[in-house]
């Protein structure tokens, strides 16, 4: 994997495309990968979304009535999805997420993929912190392996063999459901989504 690979360039790209992205994905119907998490998630119960682009999720969540917190590490798309879903989405990368918390679930919907393998670990130890006891965290990923740029972003992709070494590097969830998807995008439709539904071990330390 190659070790020069970090998410600026991602963000970047984010801030440079932001109105094209934000286009592009707020209308997107991925409500079917919702129920999977929000049945583990009690009525009303308070939801992180970690890295939430247009907030198309983060509007869907709180019109279901839950109580969300938002953020993304792109400025100009932090503010577009702010006046979206009518919450403030403060600019935060995942890896600068602090402090415990008490969320009932975290949605990383395609954004962990942005985070240099070699910093996943202590990521994921971050959103267990950031998590009820047993709380659910759900996450996707392209699907392969290794590390890779296209087309100015860089991802991390992940696949059964690559999840089952990041839990051994980061013990802090264990695995409930994992599934493969294809891109809602008709012009992706190839690429193919690695999603993860994974509970927090208890207890996590943050230190």
């Known amino acids: 994997m190659p070790n020069n690979l970090t998410d600026a360039v991602s ?101 962990l993929l942005h985070v240099p393998w070699p910093e996943l670990p202590e990521v994921l130890q971050r959103l267990a912190v950031a998590l009820k006891p047993g709380g659910i965290l759900y996450a996707s990923f392209k699907y392969g392996s290794g590390e890779r740029e296209q087309e100015g972003r860089r991802f991390t992709d992940l696949d059964e063999a690559g999840l089952a070494a990041l839990l051994h590097a980061a013990p802090y969830f264990t695995v409930l459901e994992t599934w493969i998807t294809a891109d809602q995008r008709p012009e992706r439709a190839v690429e193919r989504w690695f999603n993860l539904l994974l509970k927090a071990q208890t207890p996590v330390s943050g230190d």
């Open 11 to 111: 963000i970047a790209y984010y801030e440079a495309h932001a109105q094209a992205f934000f286009d592009d994905t707020v209308a997107l119907d991925v409500s079917p990968l919702y129920e999977p998490f929000l049945a583990r998630i009690p009525a009303g119960g308070a939801i992180l979304d970690a890295g939430c682009g247009s907030g198309r999720d983060t509007r869907a969540f709180l019109e279901r009535g839950y109580v969300v917190t938002a953020f993304d590490a792109a400025p100009t798309l932090a503010k577009r999805a702010s006046k979206h879903c009518g919450i403030p989405v403060p600019v935060l990368r995942v890896q600068d997420l602090d402090g415990p918390t008490s969320f009932d679930g975290v949605w990383a919907c395609a954004s």
